[in-house]
């Protein structure tokens, strides 16, 4: 009984500090800072959608949006701003109208802080990393404070409760909560480009490992979802379809590969861009076959990283924000470190100031008014997937001594 009081006691007070944590956000920053537009393209879409009755995919809605942004319809060359999610994102989105904009988006970063820590937690046990607290208490404020998730959390991007859902997903799988961990799998979809590549691999992984409740919690969660947004609005496929293919119209083709052919090394241009692309699709297609055949989950975990990993070098259109997923793989790589080298906290803790300090001041050296400059999208990604692919054979059999399963 005494336990029972104490956990709500705690529990209390988190609240509490939650409460006053975003109210001080409110009152100290979204109040007199413009800003947030990620979550502001949101909050237009649905507010037109939940106050006026209009399509949160229509020009009507995207005019609601511009004029909060820009004061005006936007310019052919600036970002339009269009709701580009599924319907069912209202889910997420939808209850934020009702609450006043700088409120609101103070709340939105908040939750999102929530997500990044209890998501990096998740991955930290999943990964079965025992941390020292003085080191734990450093990757949490890095995971916060790094460039990408920093700005993520700034301009309000899902990116990283999409973090904190793969990660509870992966918790649940451990726990054998096979339905639940499919059905929070699909919370991911709500942006696709971050798990594009990922579902396939992981449902046919369920299909291989016979966890037929992981992959029916995900189709049914997914199919109840979409079933209900054609109940309510029965156009929103063919409007989200026409939203997602004029999206790459107003919005350059960014990415590491694209990035490397055109920018660094232009003389490889599209043949050298298609090239690299074809053969890290079938690395990862035959990391596939190998993590599927395998008898442990080491394998699963490294191709998992992988992935994530090589969907910001490939697909059409990325973001720096996207990056936050990839703190699976870095999480990953810090707990092999922490056990298998007599250096390895010296080193994990050089790479946390590294990447603090080099990744801002090169945002600080090159951006170009309001827009990070593309340099931004390589060093990460390019760096972690070295030392991924380097460490591939040692990560594998870090996880097959610390027992990873699922």
Same mark, same amino acid.
């Given at each position: @009984?005494?336990? =029972?009081?104490?956990?709500?006691?705690?529990?209390?007070?988190?609240?509490?500090?939650?409460?006053?944590?975003?109210?001080?956000?409110? %009152?100290?920053?979204?109040?007199?800072?413009?800003?947030?537009?990620? %979550?502001?393209?949101?909050?237009?879409?649905? !507010?037109?959608?939940?106050?006026?009755?209009?399509?949160?995919?229509? !020009?009507?809605?995207?005019?609601?949006?511009?004029?909060?942004?820009?004061?005006?319809?936007?310019?052919?060359?600036? !970002?339009?701003?269009?709701?580009?999610?599924?319907?069912?994102?209202?889910?997420?989105?939808?209850?934020?109208?009702?609450?006043?904009?700088?409120?609101?988006?103070?709340?939105?970063?908040?939750?999102?802080?929530?997500?990044?820590?209890?998501?990096?937690?998740?991955?930290?046990?999943?990964?079965?990393?025992?941390?020292?607290?003085?080191?734990?208490?450093?990757?949490?404020?890095?995971?916060?404070?790094?460039?990408?998730?920093?700005?993520?959390?700034?301009?309000?991007?899902?990116?990283?409760?999409?973090?904190?859902?793969?990660?509870?997903?992966?918790?649940?799988?451990?726990?054998?909560?096979?339905?639940?961990?499919?059905?929070?799998?699909?919370?991911?979809?709500?942006?696709?480009?971050? /798990?594009?590549?990922?579902?396939?691999?992981?449902?046919? #992984?369920?299909?291989?490992?016979?966890?037929?409740? %992981?992959?029916?919690?995900?189709?049914?969660?997914?199919?109840?979802?979409?079933?209900?947004?054609?109940? /309510?609005?029965?156009?929103?496929?063919?409007?989200?379809?026409?939203?997602?293919?004029?999206?790459?119209?107003?919005?350059?083709?960014?990415?590491?590969?694209?990035?490397?052919?055109?920018?660094?090394?232009?003389?490889?241009?599209?043949?050298?861009?298609?090239?690299?692309?074809?053969?890290?699709?079938?690395?990862?297609?035959?990391?596939?076959?190998?993590?599927?055949?395998?008898?442990?989950?080491?394998?699963?975990?490294?191709?998992?990283?992988? @992935?994530?990993?090589?969907?910001?070098?490939?697909?059409?259109?990325?973001?720096?924000?996207?990056?936050?997923?990839?703190?699976?793989?870095?999480?990953?790589?810090?707990?092999?470190?922490?056990?298998?080298? =007599?250096?390895?906290? /010296?080193?994990?803790?050089?790479?946390?100031?590294?990447?603090?300090?080099?990744?801002?001041?090169?945002?600080?050296?090159?951006?170009?008014? !309001?827009?990070?400059?593309?340099?931004?999208?390589?060093?990460?990604?390019?760096?972690?997937?070295?030392? #991924?692919? %380097?460490?591939?054979?040692?990560?594998?059999?870090?996880?097959?001594?610390?027992?990873?399963?699922?």
């Amino acid at each position: @009984m005494s336990t =029972r009081f104490a956990n709500w006691v705690v529990f209390g007070l988190m609240v509490l500090i939650a409460l006053g944590y975003t109210w001080a956000t409110w %009152f100290y920053f979204t109040r007199v800072v413009p800003g947030g537009n990620d %979550f502001l393209t949101h909050y237009g879409a649905w !507010d037109a959608y939940l106050k006026q009755g209009v399509s949160p995919y229509s !020009d009507a809605a995207v005019l609601h949006t511009q004029i909060a942004i820009y004061g005006r319809p936007a310019l052919p060359t600036e !970002d339009q701003n269009r709701l580009v999610y599924p319907f069912y994102s209202i889910l997420l989105h939808g209850p934020f109208v009702w609450i006043e904009y700088p409120l609101a988006r103070a709340l939105y970063m908040v939750l999102a802080q929530i997500a990044l820590i209890v998501g990096a937690v998740l991955t930290i046990r999943f990964v079965n990393w025992r941390v020292s607290t003085g080191l734990l208490a450093l990757v949490l404020v890095w995971a916060l404070l790094d460039y990408h998730q920093a700005r993520a959390i700034l301009i309000g991007q899902f990116a990283i409760f999409g973090f904190g859902a793969l990660a509870g997903m992966l918790a649940l799988l451990r726990a054998k909560r096979d339905a639940l961990a499919g059905a929070l799998l699909v919370v991911t979809t709500i942006k696709p480009t971050l /798990v594009v590549l990922v579902i396939p691999f992981l449902l046919l #992984w369920g299909i291989a490992r016979r966890r037929f409740y %992981f992959v029916a919690g995900f189709f049914g969660t997914l199919a109840l979802l979409m079933l209900g947004s054609l109940i /309510v609005l029965p156009t929103w496929i063919g409007e989200w379809i026409a939203r997602m293919t004029a999206y790459t119209g107003y919005t350059q083709n960014q990415n590491v590969i694209y990035l490397l052919t055109r920018e660094a090394i232009p003389a490889l241009g599209t043949p050298g861009e298609w090239i690299l692309n074809g053969a890290l699709l079938l690395a990862l297609l035959g990391a596939w076959w190998r993590a599927l055949r395998a008898p442990d989950d080491a394998e699963f975990f490294w191709t998992l990283g992988a @992935m994530l990993i090589v969907s910001n070098f490939i697909l059409p259109r990325v973001a720096t924000t996207n990056y936050a997923l990839m703190l699976v793989p870095t999480l990953g790589l810090f707990a092999a470190l922490d056990r298998n080298s =007599r250096w390895g906290r /010296v080193a994990i803790v050089a790479i946390i100031f590294s990447a603090l300090v080099g990744l801002w001041w090169l945002h600080i050296a090159t951006v170009r008014g !309001d827009w990070e400059h593309p340099i931004m999208y390589v060093p990460f990604p390019l760096a972690l997937g070295a030392a #991924w692919v %380097f460490a591939r054979r040692a990560l594998i059999r870090d996880g097959q001594r610390t027992g990873m399963r699922l």
